[in-house]
């Protein structure tokens, strides 16, 4: 099973950038580069939901409406590692965000259902002031 760890979330001024990191343990490597990795993110008072997701090998990605445009997906299979660079952030998108595993190795789509991920991050604090 697959142990993730985000890190870069924190307090930026409207407009600014953030870049997220997901980081897989070195025990995993084979289920991460398998597997469709996601952004999720959940506001306070609110549900959690899908932000983006890239599949195993980098050739697809998904974006949610709301941050097409101003986020970027991507992974480092030799690192364990995917990134999210947030650009043009706006107030709105503050949240915890998680990074999560799709456990159906090799698929060549990507899923924006939060019950189809079963390995989660302890989640990033991202803060966006107006």
């Known amino acids: 099973q697959v142990e993730l760890v985000e890190s870069g979330g924190g307090l930026v001024q409207a407009g600014g950038s953030l870049l997220l990191s997901c980081e897989a343990s070195?025990?995993?490597?084979?289920?991460?580069?398998?597997?469709?990795m996601g952004w999720f993110r959940q506001g306070p008072g609110k549900e959690r939901e899908f932000v983006t997701a890239i599949n195993w090998s980098g050739g697809s990605t998904n974006y949610a409406d709301s941050v097409k445009g101003r986020f970027t997906i991507s992974r480092d299979r030799a690192k364990n590692r995917v990134d999210l660079h947030m650009n043009n952030l706006k107030p709105e998108d503050t949240a915890t965000y998680y990074c999560?595993?799709?456990?159906?190795?090799?698929?060549?789509?990507?899923?924006?259902?939060?019950?189809?991920?079963?390995?989660w991050g302890q989640g990033t604090q991202v803060t966006v002031s107006s």
């Open positions: 999560a595993a799709d456990p159906r190795l090799l698929r060549p789509d990507v899923s924006s259902r939060v019950d189809d991920y079963d390995t």
């Open positions: 070195a025990a995993a490597t084979r289920s991460f580069s398998g597997a469709a």
